[in-house]
Every structure is written in C-alpha cells, then in structure tokens.
C-alpha cells in the first residue's frame, strides 16, 4: 500500500542552525502539508502546498520556514535558524484531491530537538 | 478560530467493552472529519473519514457519526481489543488544512 515517509526520523541540531526536513509524499497525489506536534500539544497546520506554491499557511510558518518541491517526488521543509521552541514532531502528509473527499495521508513523523 | 476539543480526555476499559470517543467543533462550516489514531511516538493513521454531507462511516469494528449541525462527532469502538490501545485524534477540515483535537487516549486491559 503506498505510504508517506519522511527522513530522518531524527534529528538533533544546535539553536540557530539551519535544518531540512524531507518527505516523499504518495506518488499520485497532488497536495502536500506539514504539520508539527510539541510534545503532550496538540497537531497544528503548518502549511499547505499545491502547484509549487503555497496555498495556505498558518501564524506559526513565519520567515523562519520555507517548503519546496525540488523535484518530482520530495517535499522539504526547511527552518532556517532553528530555535528551542522549534523542538516537536513534524509530520508531512499529502492528498490526492481537495475539498469534503480530501484524505489526507501522514507520514511517520521526524522528530526534531533543538539543543 | 475552529476549536476541537475531544472527550473524555482518557479511558481505560477491559477487553470486549463496547466504547464511545466524543469529538465536538465549534464552527459548523466543515468540509469533512476524518478520525485518526496515533501510537506512541508514532505517526498518524487515519481510520475514518466523513464528508460534511454524510452522516455516518464504517470500518470493521469501527463507527463514527458526524452531526455538523451540533458540531459533534462519535466514534464507536465495538468489542475492544488490547492492540486497540492508542491515542485517537478527531480532525477538521476547513477546505484544507486540519484542525485537531488534544485526543482521547485509550487504554484497553486484557
């Protein structure tokens, strides 16, 4: 059955460095997200990306945080100066439509800590 | 701003219980809900999902209603079992990001 991964599934990184975090999302599908847990919080959007271009992003994704497509089959999220507050999981999904029949699909998650 | 919030916030049951997650929404304007479960440390697997035009989704010992009018979903778990045990998150869509809730985490004994 296809399925969302992502890599690394963890990664520890130093306060202000950069950090990219990868998915392959389902082959056919055309919409992808990132979404990100704090440990004990909830899920929260991060941001949507369709047609290699934002569609939607929350207060959260601020300049800090920029996605790409490089090619056919990636989806990165890159932070660009990583702070404590940066630590959770992150979990990319994808969907193949939009709309009321949009499954959204999640990859295993990787789990960032920033010391 | 959507808010989700789920109820009871954990449950612990013996095997065979039949059991009922509440999910409730505060903005009526959906476009679906999907059910997910969530074990340790790990990713999210989705298990159900309802448009905002239906009522009701099954899969195997799984059930959930949504009612949009009320802003209320359940999901009912029959005859659980111990590899049932998770977290179950109840999610959202307003056309395309996804709103959760803080999840109800289930324990089942043997």
Redesign the interface.
């Given at each position: 059955e296809p399925e969302v991964t992502q890599t690394p599934s963890h990664q520890v990184t130093q306060m202000g460095q950069e950090v990219i975090l990868r998915c392959v999302p389902i082959s056919n599908h055309l919409?992808f997200?990132w979404?990100r847990q704090i440990l004990g919080?909830?899920?929260?959007?991060l941001v949507?990306f369709y047609n290699n271009e934002i569609?939607?992003k929350?207060e959260i994704f601020d300049d800090q945080f920029s996605v790409e497509r490089p090619d056919g089959s990636n989806f990165t999220l890159k932070i660009r100066s990583t702070k404590l507050e940066d630590s959770a999981m992150y979990?990319c999904a994808s969907s193949e439509l939009?709309?009321?029949?949009?499954?959204?699909?999640?990859?295993?998650?990787t789990?960032l800590t920033v010391t | 701003k959507q808010e989700v919030t789920q109820i009871p916030a954990a449950l612990s049951v013996p095997e065979g219980e039949n059991l009922v997650l509440n999910c409730s929404f505060t903005d009526s304007a959906i476009y679906n809900l999907q059910w997910f479960r969530q074990d340790p440390g790990k990713g999210l697997t989705s298990l159900l999902l309802i448009q905002s035009s239906q009522r009701e989704q099954t899969s195997g010992r799984l059930n959930a209603s949504l009612d949009k009018s009320s802003g209320r979903s359940t999901l009912y778990i029959a005859a659980s079992q111990p590899g049932d045990s998770a977290t179950y998150l109840c999610a959202v869509s307003g056309f395309q990001k996804l709103v959760f809730g803080t999840g109800t985490r289930l324990l089942v004994s043997p």
């Amino acid at each position: 059955e296809p399925e969302v991964t992502q890599t690394p599934s963890h990664q520890v990184t130093q306060m202000g460095q950069e950090v990219i975090l990868r998915c392959v999302p389902i082959s056919n599908h055309l919409y992808f997200y990132w979404y990100r847990q704090i440990l004990g919080q909830k899920v929260e959007f991060l941001v949507s990306f369709y047609n290699n271009e934002i569609s939607e992003k929350s207060e959260i994704f601020d300049d800090q945080f920029s996605v790409e497509r490089p090619d056919g089959s990636n989806f990165t999220l890159k932070i660009r100066s990583t702070k404590l507050e940066d630590s959770a999981m992150y979990f990319c999904a994808s969907s193949e439509l939009q709309g009321p029949s949009a499954e959204q699909y999640f990859g295993p998650g990787t789990r960032l800590t920033v010391t | 701003k959507q808010e989700v919030t789920q109820i009871p916030a954990a449950l612990s049951v013996p095997e065979g219980e039949n059991l009922v997650l509440n999910c409730s929404f505060t903005d009526s304007a959906i476009y679906n809900l999907q059910w997910f479960r969530q074990d340790p440390g790990k990713g999210l697997t989705s298990l159900l999902l309802i448009q905002s035009s239906q009522r009701e989704q099954t899969s195997g010992r799984l059930n959930a209603s949504l009612d949009k009018s009320s802003g209320r979903s359940t999901l009912y778990i029959a005859a659980s079992q111990p590899g049932d045990s998770a977290t179950y998150l109840c999610a959202v869509s307003g056309f395309q990001k996804l709103v959760f809730g803080t999840g109800t985490r289930l324990l089942v004994s043997p």
